[in-house]
């Protein structure tokens, strides 16, 4: 719960000073293919394709810098099997990336930073039994994102991020537990096109 306060906490002072600044507000969405890194556990976990989608805040701190925060609703997880048969983790986050950006050459950007994440959801199913774990996980998770962009004049641009999971999810030891994502997806700028 202290986890989950501080989280909000952190939400709402980072909308509080985007809304001060100059931005360009956008959507975004587009598909993860996810799974579970872990040394401990003996599970073999495989990518598990699903999705992403929520909001942005593009803003200049000089010509070819930018600062872009996000939060995020994205869906992930990994397979697995379990005695010869094909088991499911299914883990639902609201995410807060941090991103600062190397903008160059008419539109492509470079990007990295840190993302905070809220477990809002967590279920695993095996042999047609769906069986809620969010008590086994962490509230939060902290991954570094690594990224690049194109964004068009007319505002509509696409991306392709790798995003570490750098803090173990698991709340039961062992096994340490990682999340992996590759994030591909389009998103749109309302205003100031290109920039």
Same mark, same amino acid.
């Given at each position: 719960?202290?986890?989950?306060?501080?989280?909000?906490?952190?939400?709402?002072?980072?909308?509080?000073?985007?809304?001060?600044?100059?931005?360009? *507000?956008?959507?975004?969405?587009?598909?993860? *293919?996810?799974?579970?890194?872990?040394?401990?556990?003996?599970?073999?976990?495989?990518?598990?394709?699903?999705?992403?989608?929520?909001?942005?805040?593009?803003?200049?701190?000089?010509?070819?810098?930018?600062?872009?925060?996000?939060?995020?609703?994205?869906?992930?997880?990994?397979?697995?099997?379990?005695?010869?048969?094909?088991?499911?983790?299914?883990?639902?986050?609201?995410?807060?990336?941090?991103?600062?950006?190397?903008?160059?050459?008419?539109?492509? &950007?470079?990007?990295?930073?840190?993302?905070?994440?809220?477990?809002?959801?967590?279920?695993?199913? *095996?042999?047609?039994?769906?069986?809620?774990?969010?008590?086994?996980?962490?509230?939060?998770?902290?991954?570094?994102?690594?990224?690049?962009?194109?964004?068009?004049?007319?505002?509509?641009?696409?991306?392709? &991020?790798?995003?570490?999971?750098?803090?173990?999810?698991?709340?039961?030891?062992?096994?340490?537990?990682?999340?992996?994502?590759?994030?591909?997806?389009? *998103?749109?700028?309302?205003?100031?096109?290109?920039?």
């Amino acid at each position: 719960m202290i986890m989950k306060k501080y989280f909000i906490i952190a939400c709402v002072l980072m909308l509080s000073s985007v809304l001060k600044a100059q931005m360009n *507000f956008g959507i975004k969405g587009g598909l993860n *293919f996810t799974t579970l890194n872990s040394k401990d556990d003996v599970s073999d976990y495989n990518f598990l394709p699903s999705y992403y989608a929520g909001v942005l805040a593009h803003m200049h701190i000089s010509e070819d810098f930018a600062f872009q925060p996000e939060l995020l609703f994205s869906a992930q997880g990994a397979k697995y099997d379990i005695l010869g048969e094909k088991a499911t983790i299914n883990l639902g986050y609201i995410n807060l990336p941090l991103l600062f950006q190397f903008m160059f050459l008419e539109g492509l &950007r470079l990007e990295s930073g840190p993302q905070a994440g809220l477990l809002i959801m967590a279920d695993s199913k *095996f042999l047609g039994t769906t069986t809620d774990i969010k008590d086994d996980l962490n509230a939060l998770d902290l991954s570094w994102v690594f990224g690049v962009g194109y964004v068009t004049d007319s505002g509509l641009g696409i991306d392709l &991020r790798y995003n570490t999971g750098l803090t173990n999810i698991s709340e039961v030891e062992p096994p340490t537990i990682k999340n992996s994502v590759i994030a591909l997806g389009l *998103f749109f700028q309302f205003s100031g096109a290109g920039d």
